[in-house]
């Protein structure tokens, strides 16, 4: 079974760790309490940081002389300068961060989605969306790294890039303390399928870098990989990609298997293809094979197993431990 390294990932104090809602609640999301087993987590609430009581009235975002401002409409005191303060003080002494979860819609927090108010009156409609302030603060200031807030991370699709994104990002943050070259070609070895997924332009930019024919110093080389991952890692691999590497890795054993093999493999990537099913069948096989022939580069790839399994879940419409409506 894979070691993974455990991603130090800021979230928003209010999801499962405090009552410290403007209400003086706690949300509980199911999402960072499955993390919570394999993720070292940074609590922060913005809001409370600031010196606002729990509960509080809360805030909102208003538009006034083209100028976006953080008010508490109740009290009327504007704390704008207070919540930036705490963004700049906070995020520059955060040290070396893998990902965010930030609360969802909040005006502190959230990424996307912010209501904007034209005044404090609470008879005023919404004018438009944008980000809260310290959500946006972390987009700013680490666009590179993967930001989320509870409510995205409920679709499947994107809480699995997420979750890949920060293990790997946890374990090159350990190659980099290491500060080993054995390591750093370890860390592309065992990642190469992984990133041919999400960039074969990157993954070929990465193993030049790798290949170190410039005989650079081990520093000089991390910071340039490091570069070129975020790159790699900035955007949810297409289902094509997951197709031609799976193809790859079929190649291994191609000319060992029968061609009833053959036919079940493909015919589970097709199915893949047209939407029947999950990758889980195809994923399988490749493995069960990795296993049968003993190949040992194809077991030790990340893709396989991007993150821990205690992670990984089935839909709950497909599930047996569904509730059973039969009853």
Same mark, same amino acid.
């Given at each position: 079974?894979?070691?993974?390294?455990?991603?130090?990932?800021?979230?928003?104090?209010?999801?499962?760790?405090?009552?410290?809602? /403007?209400?003086?609640?706690?949300?509980?999301?199911?999402?960072? !309490? @499955?993390? +919570?087993? #394999?993720?070292?987590?940074?609590?922060?609430?913005?809001? =409370?940081?600031?010196?606002?009581?729990?509960?509080?009235?809360?805030?909102?975002?208003?538009?006034?002389?083209?100028?976006?401002?953080?008010?508490?409409?109740?009290?009327?005191?504007?704390?704008?300068? !207070?919540?930036?303060?705490?963004?700049?003080?906070?995020?520059? *002494?955060?040290?070396?961060?893998?990902?965010?979860?930030?609360? /969802?819609?909040?005006?502190?927090?959230?990424?996307?989605? =912010?209501?904007?108010?034209?005044?404090?009156?609470?008879?005023?409609?919404?004018?438009?969306?944008? %980000?809260?302030?310290?959500?946006?603060?972390?987009?700013?200031?680490?666009?590179?790294?993967?930001?989320?807030?509870?409510?995205?991370?409920? @679709?499947?699709?994107?809480?699995?890039?997420? +979750?890949?994104?920060?293990? +790997?990002?946890?374990?090159?943050?350990?190659?980099? *303390?290491?500060?080993?070259?054995?390591?750093?070609?370890?860390?592309?070895?065992?990642?190469?399928?992984?990133?041919? =997924?999400? %960039? &074969?332009?990157?993954?070929?930019?990465?193993?030049?870098?790798? !290949?170190?024919?410039?005989?650079?110093?081990? &520093?000089?080389?991390?910071?340039?990989?490091?570069?070129?991952?975020?790159?790699?890692?900035?955007?949810?691999?297409?289902?094509?990609? $997951?197709?031609?590497?799976? +193809?790859?890795?079929?190649?291994?054993?191609?000319?060992?298997? *029968?061609? &009833?093999?053959?036919?079940?493999?493909?015919?589970?990537?097709?199915?893949?293809?047209?939407?029947?099913? *999950?990758?889980?069948? !195809?994923?399988?096989?490749?493995? %069960?094979?990795?296993?049968?022939?003993?190949? &040992? /580069?194809?077991?030790?790839?990340?893709?396989?197993?991007? #993150?821990?399994?205690?992670?990984?879940? =089935?839909?709950? $419409?497909?599930?047996?431990?569904?509730?059973?409506?039969?009853?």
């Amino acid at each position: 079974m894979r070691e993974f390294v455990r991603p130090k990932v800021v979230v928003s104090r209010c999801l499962g760790f405090d009552h410290c809602r /403007y209400n003086g609640n706690i949300i509980n999301s199911s999402i960072v !309490a @499955n993390l +919570m087993e #394999y993720v070292d987590f940074l609590p922060v609430c913005p809001e =409370v940081e600031i010196g606002l009581g729990i509960p509080r009235d809360p805030l909102r975002i208003i538009l006034e002389n083209g100028e976006q401002r953080l008010v508490q409409p109740a009290s009327g005191r504007d704390v704008t300068e !207070a919540m930036e303060t705490f963004c700049t003080d906070f995020l520059g *002494s955060a040290g070396e961060i893998d990902g965010f979860i930030l609360k /969802y819609r909040s005006p502190s927090c959230g990424i996307k989605d =912010v209501k904007v108010y034209p005044t404090t009156s609470f008879k005023s409609a919404v004018i438009g969306k944008t %980000s809260g302030y310290f959500g946006s603060a972390v987009l700013k200031e680490f666009s590179y790294l993967p930001v989320e807030d509870e409510g995205r991370l409920r @679709n499947a699709r994107i809480k699995e890039h997420f +979750m890949t994104r920060i293990f +790997m990002l946890a374990a090159f943050r350990k190659v980099k *303390s290491e500060g080993r070259m054995k390591d750093l070609v370890a860390f592309h070895t065992e990642n190469k399928y992984l990133l041919m =997924v999400y %960039s &074969q332009e990157e993954l070929k930019k990465l193993g030049a870098i790798v !290949a170190n024919k410039e005989q650079e110093t081990f &520093q000089e080389l991390v910071s340039e990989y490091e570069r070129h991952l975020y790159r790699a890692l900035s955007r949810p691999p297409r289902y094509t990609s $997951i197709i031609n590497v799976l +193809m790859h890795a079929f190649g291994h054993f191609s000319e060992r298997l *029968s061609n &009833q093999e053959k036919a079940l493999f493909f015919g589970w990537i097709q199915k893949y293809r047209n939407g029947k099913v *999950s990758l889980c069948p !195809a994923i399988s096989i490749i493995r %069960s094979w990795a296993v049968r022939f003993e190949d &040992q /580069y194809l077991t030790n790839q990340t893709f396989f197993e991007p #993150y821990p399994e205690g992670l990984m879940e =089935v839909d709950p $419409i497909d599930s047996h431990l569904r509730e059973d409506l039969w009853k």
